[in-house]
């Protein structure tokens, strides 16, 4: 089994380039003008879709979902956000149960936490 999911904005290109810019995922294959194209990480897959009424307004849980993605090496996650200039939503941390992370919005106000696979020593 693989997961995905669709994010929907008023713009894709907004959409699109957070995450290739900011979370390294490839650009889409498709047009990035069209109401919905696919960027992808590995095995991860972002439908970002155009919609007139979506609200951009930053989710957190339990308004929202937590997006997590799991990465080998979250220092150099979070030095490539930073280097974006994108806003952390909060910031690298060790967290009580062993994992460390920190969380972005994306443009379509989806609350992301990116972290480590494996419990800091």
Not at 45 to 72: F, Y
Request: hydrophobic residues 35%.
């Amino acid at each position: 089994m693989h997961m995905s999911y669709e994010v929907f904005h008023q713009n894709i290109r907004t959409l699109v380039d957070f995450y290739v810019s900011v979370l390294g995922f490839q650009a889409p294959e498709a047009d990035a003008s069209s109401n919905y194209v696919v960027v992808r990480r590995d095995d991860n897959r972002v439908g970002c879709c155009q919609h007139d009424e979506a609200d951009p307004s930053p989710r957190r849980p339990p308004d929202g979902s937590e997006i997590v993605l799991r990465v080998g090496d979250i220092q150099a996650e979070y030095d490539r956000v930073l280097a974006s200039g994108w806003p952390i939503a909060d910031p690298l941390q060790i967290r009580p149960w062993g994992l460390t992370d920190f969380r972005v919005f994306d443009p379509a106000g989806q609350y992301i936490r990116v972290t480590n696979s494996t419990r800091s020593s």
